[in-house]
């Protein structure tokens, strides 16, 4: 593969975060909407957000199975469109059985997205020899705030969702249809795909032992169950709990995700300056840090400090997860990264009904208290972003090569 061959699928790959933030964003932001649309009612909808999350898991597992005969790139080329097609039946529905089904492929379709672009992503970190993997998940934040300022304009206009939708559509799936033309594989450790190409998901480094990577779908969890709750919990706990004004509420969220937005644009040179170990623990004390101060806030502005702290800290966590993924199974990644994405999922279902179950038991001042125990949590395992996968089960480190790009 030459420099510019890498250089292109790494273009290409950001293009395909990027618009995956789009889409996901636009999904999720207008919730109400789509409620509204369907007439689904508040016992129900818990159901339907269920649904997505445990779909995305099954995709990202069938994808494990898929990427055995395929490659990673033609599962990517092919689920996202899928997904952009189901974010317009989405919008384009009347009846209860419209959305399940555009819900439903969304999630499979999603699960498959997710864990092919993050395959790549990482073999692409390998032929660099350097970190890169954080920077795709920067493209994925700026994104993600494309589409949220999109679903805004939508319900500020009082758009329907169709004519949300449909534009936007329009744009990226064709940008998305081209760019899939320069997906690359860097090359990955010594084993064949049995098309013969070179890839991750087989040869050196052994059977996939879920035993050594354990660790880093708690890790994965624990991450996403700190996401989830300033999601869903940010905007209620400022009003709630810290007294702000229902507009000033709406600020936590879209800070966070203009801090994990810049976190992430620095984040690789910080792992290239520091390495991953120090910057997973900088950015687990950080998160921690930002739960504590969200939790003893005497005030909005101090509540936002702590979110703000939680963005900085927080968007580190998951790239680097998927890059350690990457070099202690360097023989079998694809299958690593696969099954460890499912912990994404679990995180999503898991932080929002535990946050919500302890405010109302306890208190929410309390409830930040557990996502941030178990973000430290993550300091027990740091040793395993390590750059020796060898003391950790997975074969060994590919030689290093000169930087390309």
């Not at 996202?80 to 059985?97: C, I, S, Y």
Request: hydrophobic content about 50%.
């Amino acid at each position: 593969m030459t420099d510019a061959g890498l250089r292109h699928g790494r273009a290409s790959l950001g293009l395909s975060f990027g618009v995956q933030g789009v889409a996901f964003a636009l999904l999720v932001t207008r919730i109400p909407a789509i409620q509204d649309q369907y007439g689904i009612s508040d016992g129900l909808l818990p159901v339907f957000l269920a649904a997505v999350p445990i779909l995305a898991g099954v995709g990202s597992v069938a994808t494990e199975k898929v990427v055995a005969r395929v490659r990673p790139s033609v599962v990517l080329r092919w689920a996202q469109p899928l997904v952009l097609l189901a974010l317009l039946g989405v919008g384009a529905g009347r009846e209860m059985w419209h959305v399940a089904v555009a819900l439903g492929v969304f999630g499979l379709a999603v699960g498959a997205l997710d864990a092919s672009m993050n395959m790549l992503g990482v073999s692409l970190q390998r032929a660099y020899a350097r970190s890169i993997m954080t920077g795709f998940h920067a493209a994925y934040s700026l994104g993600g705030i494309a589409g949220a300022s999109l679903a805004w304009a939508g319900a500020r206009w009082e758009l329907s969702l169709l004519a949300s939708y449909l534009p936007v559509v329009a744009v990226l799936l064709p940008v998305a249809l081209i760019g899939s033309r320069w997906y690359t594989e860097g090359k990955g450790a010594e084993g064949k795909r049995p098309d013969g190409t070179e890839a991750g998901a087989g040869g050196a480094g052994g059977a996939l032992s879920f035993k050594l990577l354990l660790p880093l779908c708690l890790i994965m969890t624990f991450a996403y169950i700190g996401d989830s709750t300033v999601s869903n919990w940010s905007a209620k706990y400022l009003q709630d709990v810290l007294g702000s004004s229902e507009q000033l509420a709406t600020v936590p969220y879209n800070v966070y995700m203009v801090t994990t937005l810049l976190g992430r644009a620095v984040g690789d040179l910080g792992v290239r300056r520091f390495g991953a170990v120090a910057v997973v623990r900088g950015g687990s004390l950080l998160a921690a840090g930002g739960f504590a101060v969200v939790a003893v806030a005497s005030g909005a502005w101090v509540g936002m400090l702590g979110f703000t702290m939680l963005g900085f800290g927080l968007c580190v966590i998951v790239p680097q997860t998927f890059a350690a993924a990457g070099r202690i199974f360097p023989g079998n990644s694809d299958a690593a990264v696969a099954r460890l994405n499912i912990f994404n999922y679990v995180g999503f279902l898991v932080g929002s009904p535990l946050v919500g179950a302890l405010g109302d038991a306890w208190s929410y001042r309390g409830a930040m208290l557990v996502p941030m125990v178990l973000v430290l949590a993550t300091l027990v395992h740091a040793r395993a972003f390590g750059p020796e996968p060898a003391r950790y089960g997975g074969g060994h480190e590919r030689p290093r090569t000169a930087d390309v790009g």
